[in-house]
């Protein structure tokens, strides 16, 4: 168990991951809010051969990251769409997170149109056909298996922590400019993203936010959202036919501003019936 930690610790140490440069580069950035566009690649999505629940699970942990994400794509696994996908929500987006189109296959291309997307090239990273061989066991150089390690040549990797044993996961994010390439598989990819969502795209900035559960339709308050949504520009606000036991919609009440989602949500309960507010929750 040591060895083996101590080849993962070695390894990260002296590849190209050199985490500070990435480190330095977010924290450089302008105090906006963050904002991130998701790219889930995989022919098998589009044909609903397998149901993306990747999507979900990046969202859910960017937004409690205090990070926009302001579109989620999924497309085909074509080196010329990735690339192009992925050019185009590098320069829009803060962080640009992909899943899919890793492994040993004929169709797994993502890091082929990352590479293209950047005007790189594809090279075998030492520290990871060092994991395929050590880790995996897979000891011939002309396996399938070592496509895994064929990445651009100017990505850097990152790996997460095992929570239960404090060792490196045995396969990293890879890292090109603003793109964080994950795989598509959701075992591997809640683990990878799990272990390491805080410490990439954490902005200290979270979003205030309120949750109202009204028992009556929405139209029974639609004008008063319509009204205290013009009043408040900057507070986003949603509403969520339900059909729970005990309410009947759920609204969403959210800011970059505690006191400022405080006034709009007490301004919204003071336009509608007092009674049809079930309960509140932060």
Known sequence: MEMVKMFYLKNIRNSANSPMRWMRRWKSSSGKRKTAGVIVIGNEILKAQVKDTNSHFICKHLYRCGVNVQKISVI???????????????????????????GPTHDDVTYEGL????????????????????????????SPAYKLAEI????????????????P?????????????????????????????KVLFDTGNHFAHQE???????????????????EYPGVVFGSYPEGSEDYQARITIES???????????????????????????
Do not use: M, W
Request: charged content about 25%; hydrophobic content about 35%; overall charge negative.
């Open 115 to 142: 590479a293209k997307a950047f005007d790189d090239t594809i090279c075998r990273h030492p520290t990871l056909a060092g994991v395929i061989k050590n880790y995996f066991g897979v000891k011939d150089p002309n």
């Open 76 to 102: 085909s696994d074509d080196i010329d769409e990735i690339a192009q996908e992925i050019k185009e929500f590098s320069e829009k987006y803060t962080h640009v997170i992909t899943s899919g189109g890793i």
């Open 256 to 282: 970059d501003s505690e006191e400022e989602t405080k006034r709009a949500t007490e301004r919204f309960c003071s336009l509608i019936s007092p009674h049809i507010v079930v309960r509140r929750k932060k």
């Open 152 to 167: 651009p040549t100017k990505a850097i990797l990152k790996f997460g922590i095992n929570k239960d044993t404090s060792l």
């Open 169 to 197: 996961l045995h396969f990293p994010c890879v890292i090109l400019e603003n793109v964080y390439v994950f795989p598509g598989s959701p075992i591997f990819l809640e683990k990878g993203f799990g272990s390491l969502y």
């Open 212 to 230: 109202l559960y009204i028992d009556a339709t929405e139209s029974k308050f639609a004008d008063a959202l319509t009204t205290v949504s013009k």
